[in-house]
């Protein structure tokens, strides 16, 4: 397919990330033809989900890319006398500093492969040696860095991509169907097998403890397809600008969401859980009764604090944290709005933006559930998949698996005018929209990026224990040392079809200030114990047992300016890769800004035309036929779905 693509487009899209995939869907939907390519072989980019052996495989390509050597370009014979290029990068160097530690028992056997898998996996699952002992790592060299193709196929990696078309919030104590296609036949091993652990400490410990579930690398293996690993963690504010635009574009219909159903805290050495809505203020045991009273009183402030600036304007100059000390709160209170409303540190904002902070923290409650957050079902991967959908809906080409050599720029106008592919197809375009990570380093050469510290940890138990077993669950760690940064965790269980039942998947980010490792691992220790380290003995106590961990950085490019790359046409346009920020707001509002500039006076991403309404004439409108047969069969299903999602407040009332 790739050798016969057409020659011309009104947009060529070069990566898929978020910011790339909502502005291909805007620009589709406007009537531009699109042309959205990716050199790697699954959707995302940077923003992707992988299964647990798509994980592997990322990991051992991105150690592979690293002997990637630039050949002599083929593609210079293509370009002309007045024309000159801008030569694309081969290797994807957003990600640094991996490091994997395998902390589950090593029970590995050769044969062990995922269960459902459609073929054998291309990563073996020793690509990251786990039979090496308990602290087997893999770390390469600063300079190496991911792989721009992997070999998990999207298939794999996606296996909602056949998710119903809604947009349904699922309540996470109930099970369903997602319960039921969990299901733990290989989760429970038998006592005999769990002898054969090399990481059981004694036979004692066994039969005192008949109801605890080993879990072992090989189930982590075998259960593979049950996790769906996000590279960047995120979650969605209820009233935010990607869900304000899910429902405004309809692509609503290709996702569902859970909600979070805890804020915690981290607080002398121990995770307690905040009272954030009204019912949770006046049921908490953890605040006296002045304190609840207290709390409600400056809440109610915040929601409405605009109309009262007397009350804040003199502490306009000092930080949130000062602020709230002369606000007559307790020590516990303060904790509780700067870390886990705010989500902000004690230096890092000032009164203004705290107080911003918390009423777009009360703002966004009670709007599907009593927390203002949600996560998309099958991982944050799933959502620029959604708008790819919605591309190709109105005529969008996609081609994975197919890289952009160069960019032909006309030396007399400075206009980029085409592209030449990996086959030397020459492909004309008006506008280019690049995602950063495929820029040289010639072309970065002024440009000065920051880092996120991510960390992605398989554990077997909730760090907070609840009557129920699902809980989704944000924790905010304070920074302990000057120059360091908060740490956000996010715990998500296996009703959110991100890991096997029995585990979750806990993801801990923060803005770098030295390796991921070095960033994050003490957090790590203070909330986690490793597998072999676990006390039996006080069951009650125990922290959570950490069976598997993955440590990276990965490359913040939000706040560059255009103007540091050297030498961009003004018709090539970039994106940026994923930003440290819990919401995806810079996402959204950077697609809506280059859509702008692409196609001035439209309408972003608009709904979707009713099918009833869509009129037929003659051969011309033979796309518009191909889009009506395509939407009555996904909106039929849900209507229902798509009204409670838009107008939530009328069922609550």
């Known amino acids: 397919m790739a050798d016969n693509l057409p020659s011309e487009f009104d947009v060529i899209v070069i990566g898929t990330g978020l910011p790339e995939s909502i502005t291909a869907a805007a620009c589709s939907r406007s009537g531009q033809r699109v042309l959205h390519v990716d050199s790697r072989s699954y959707y995302g980019g940077n923003w992707a989900s992988f299964s647990f052996s798509g994980l592997l495989s990322w990991l051992k390509e991105y150690q592979e890319n690293s002997d990637i050597v630039n050949e002599n370009p083929a593609w210079q014979e293509h370009i002309l006398e007045n024309e000159e290029a801008i030569a694309l990068s081969r290797k994807d160097k957003t990600i640094q500093h991996v490091e994997v530690f395998c902390y589950a028992s090593q029970d590995l056997h050769e044969d062990v492969e995922e269960t459902g898998a459609l073929q054998k996996n291309h990563a073996s699952v020793t690509s990251v040696n786990p039979t090496e002992g308990e602290h087997s790592a893999y770390l390469p060299s600063e300079d190496e860095s991911s792989s721009t193709v992997s070999c998990q196929m999207p298939t794999e990696q996606t296996p909602n991509s056949d998710l119903e078309s809604s947009l349904e919030i699922n309540d996470v104590e109930a099970t369903g169907e997602e319960e039921k296609r969990c299901d733990d036949k290989t989760c429970v091993k038998s006592a005999s097998e769990e002898e054969t652990s090399e990481n059981v400490l004694t036979t004692e410990d066994t039969t005192l403890q008949p109801r605890k579930n080993r879990i072992t690398y090989s189930q982590i293996i075998k259960e593979g397809r049950r996790f769906n690993i996000d590279l960047v963690s995120k979650l969605l504010y209820s009233r935010g600008l990607l869900i304000d635009l899910l429902i405004k574009s309809n692509v609503s219909r290709y996702a569902e969401f859970k909600n979070i159903t805890r804020i915690l805290a981290f607080r002398e050495g121990r995770v307690e859980q905040v009272p954030c809505s009204r019912a949770d203020v006046f049921n908490s045991k953890q605040l006296t009764m002045v304190e609840k009273r207290m709390l409600m009183k400056f809440l109610t402030f915040c929601m409405e604090y605009e109309k009262h600036p007397d009350e804040y304007k003199a502490y306009e100059e000092i930080t949130f944290s000062e602020y709230l000390k002369t606000q007559k709160l307790t020590p516990n209170l303060q904790y509780f709005l700067l870390h886990s409303i705010a989500m902000t540190s004690e230096t890092a904002s000032n009164t203004i933006d705290g107080l911003k902070a918390t009423k777009n923290f009360l703002h966004c409650l009670g709007r599907y559930g009593n927390t203002p957050f949600l996560f998309p079902l099958y991982g944050q991967g799933e959502l620029p998949q959604c708008f790819c959908r919605m591309c190709a809906v109105f005529g969008g080409i996609y081609c994975l698996r197919h890289s952009v050599q160069c960019l032909v720029v006309d030396k007399e106008s400075r206009k980029c005018k085409a592209v030449i592919d990996q086959f030397g197809q020459r492909i004309i375009s008006k506008h280019f929209l690049v995602e950063d990570s495929y820029f ?19 554990t077997d138990r909730s760090v907070l224990k609840a009557d129920s077993d699902q809980q989704i669950s944000i924790l905010t760690v304070p920074a302990v040392e000057t120059g360091t940064f908060a740490v956000r965790v996010i715990e998500l269980c296996s009703s959110t079809m991100t890991c096997m039942k029995g585990t979750y998947l806990v993801h801990l980010t923060c803005t770098s200030s030295k390796t991921a490792r070095e960033d994050l691992e003490p957090v790590v220790q203070k909330l986690f114990t490793p597998y072999t380290e676990t006390e039996i003995e006080n069951e009650e106590d125990e922290k959570p047992r950490l069976l598997w961990a993955l440590y990276f950085n990965m490359r913040d490019s939000s706040d560059v300016s255009r103007n540091s790359y050297n030498d961009l046409p003004s018709n090539i346009y970039v994106c940026s890769g994923p930003d440290c920020a819990l919401g995806n707001d810079n996402a959204v509002k950077q697609a ?17 035309p009713n099918p009833e309404d869509i009129v037929i004439d003659g051969d011309s409108l033979q796309s518009e036929a191909s889009e009506s047969s395509f939407i009555p069969e996904v909106n039929s299903e849900t209507p229902k779905e798509s009204r409670s999602l838009g107008n939530p407040e009328l069922s609550s009332q």
């Open 440 to 458: 040289s380093e010639n072309t970065c050469s002024h440009v000065q990026y920051r880092q996120i510290s991510r960390s992605v940890l398989i």
């Open 592 to 608: 809506e800004t280059l859509f702008q500039q692409i196609c001035p006076n439209e309408d972003f991403c608009p709904p979707p």
